[in-house]
């Protein structure tokens, strides 16, 4: 029997489904294919590879070990951790530079989220069947140019997250994603599938996995590390505060593999689908954030029984999406309840509104407001930037070295059940391999 109090995950499955459901998003298939694209492919890749195995798994291991100890949200869990063990309570910032991140990227998330709502529309009306590369371009540059129509797909995609965080309905989320995120993986692989009849195939896998090195500098590098933290949730508190509902014989090392593989194999496969369509169409692959949305329409737009497959993976990627927005929601919704008057519900409405109105600022920049606003970037680059380059990062340095240097060593050993060779490795990965990456890339990427 668990000696844990306070609300726990139904099962074991029910919290891996979680995490993976948070993980899962439009992280691995609208922003890897593009940063992929962006960043010249297969060097890209393989640095982000690596970052996910050796910065991604000690980092995605300590949030959930702070959680399940503090038992609290990742503020007060910080707090309460810091203070037991005698350290300062300026540990606590780790916390809210985690819920500040998940705020200002639920922001810019929820206005891409709007786009894959859009799409599942269009799918539907057949506006893609038989359009050429310049057609789906002129369709998504439309899009992008109508302010109106952003705000009110962002206002959509926004309130859907609303509707379902202030029900808290937790069970219909948990059995939603152990049907559908199957199927989304199912549709993707349909999708490798067609673009093996493009010819280009070869090339696309060139691309992604024949690495040209010359492309390789500390900009790449900090981009790579801040996908892998954006892909796994990690430096939002996010994973902290999902720890905290976690019983005490849930493996965490053996369930952070788990989770990083999934979303790993996501991403990959959304590249294998994503690369054959942009070089069959002589499309760029540097197109940016709007790389799904001018590329795979046009494989709906042309292949057999394409306006269902393109209904279903837009109606599948709104999904993942949503399942990620709530969860980037709840440490911001969890705050308000603790530290204001608020029920649950105005909390919810409250930040959510707050959210929504920053999002309008990102979503003007694609159109009336595409201005440098600070370091030449627009507001949109600007929060995804300022996150996924500075923000994750810290908030996740300082969650593991939290756990590797500030807690007691043999605690933690017995906590994750491991000894001799593995701790060793343990110890090795959380207290310098993790945080030196981090720290090297973060400060390489800046100068
Ligand atoms: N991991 C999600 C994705 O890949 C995005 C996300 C980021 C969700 C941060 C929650 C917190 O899309």
């Given amino acids: 029997m668990s ?102 990227i639920l922001s810019f998330y929820s206005v891409i989220g709007g786009w894959s709502l859009s799409y599942t529309l269009s799918s539907v009306t057949g506006a893609f069947s038989g359009q050429d590369a310049d057609g789906i371009g002129a369709i998504f540059g439309g899009l992008l140019s109508n302010p109106g129509l952003l705000l009110l797909w962002h206002t959509a995609f926004m309130a859907l997250v609303v509707w379902i965080v202030a029900r808290g309905v937790t069970k219909g989320l948990e059995s939603a994603v152990r049907t559908l995120m199957p199927a989304l993986f199912i549709l993707l692989l349909l999708l490798v599938g067609y673009g093996m009849t493009t010819g280009h195939f070869g090339e696309a896998l060139a691309f992604m996995f024949s690495p040209d090195w010359s492309a390789l500098d500390g900009g790449v590098v900090l981009a790579a590390m801040g996908q892998a933290f954006f892909t796994l949730s990690l430096g939002m508190g996010i994973m902290m505060a999902y720890g905290s509902y976690l019983g005490e014989d849930v493996n965490l090392i053996g369930t952070a593999r788990t989770v ?131 923000l994750l990062p810290l908030t996740g340095l300082g969650a593991v070295v939290f756990v590797a240097w500030c807690l007691d060593r043999t605690s933690v050993e017995k906590e994750l059940g491991i000894g001799g060779t593995a701790a060793t490795l343990w110890h090795a990965s959380a207290r310098f391999i993790a945080p030196v990456g981090v720290v090297i890339v973060f400060i390489t990427g800046l100068i």
């Fill in 3 to 104: 000696k844990l109090s306070h609300a726990q995950w139904s099962s074991k499955m029910a919290f891996i489904l979680a995490a993976t459901g948070s993980a899962v998003g439009l992280g691995n298939i609208w922003r890897f294919s593009y940063m992929v694209g962006d960043s010249g492919g297969a060097a890209f890749v393989l640095v982000y590879l690596i970052c996910v195995a050796v910065i991604g798994l000690p980092i995605l291991v300590a949030e959930w070990l702070i959680g399940r100890r503090g038992q609290k949200n990742p503020i007060n869990a910080m707090a309460e951790l810091a203070r037991e063990r005698g350290q300062p309570g300026a540990w606590m910032l780790v916390g809210f530079s985690g819920v500040l991140a998940a705020f200002l």
């Fill in 260 to 390: 990083i593989i999934l979303d790993t194999v996501v991403a990959l496969i959304a590249g294998m689908a994503i690369f054959p369509i942009v070089f069959a169409n002589g499309l760029s692959p540097g197109e940016g954030p709007g790389l799904i949305f001018v590329t795979l329409p046009l494989a709906f737009g042309n292949m057999g029984g394409g306006m269902i497959i393109g209904l279903m993976f837009f109606l599948l990627l709104t999904f993942a999406a949503l399942t990620s927005a709530i969860s980037l929601l709840e440490p911001v919704v969890e705050l308000m309840e603790e530290r204001t008057p608020l029920s649950r519900v105005a909390a919810t409405l409250v930040s959510a509104v707050a959210v929504w109105a920053l999002g309008i600022a990102a979503l003007l920049s694609f159109n009336v407001w595409d201005v440098p606003v600070l370091f030449g970037l627009n507001v949109f680059d600007l929060l995804d930037t300022f996150t996924s380059k500075i």
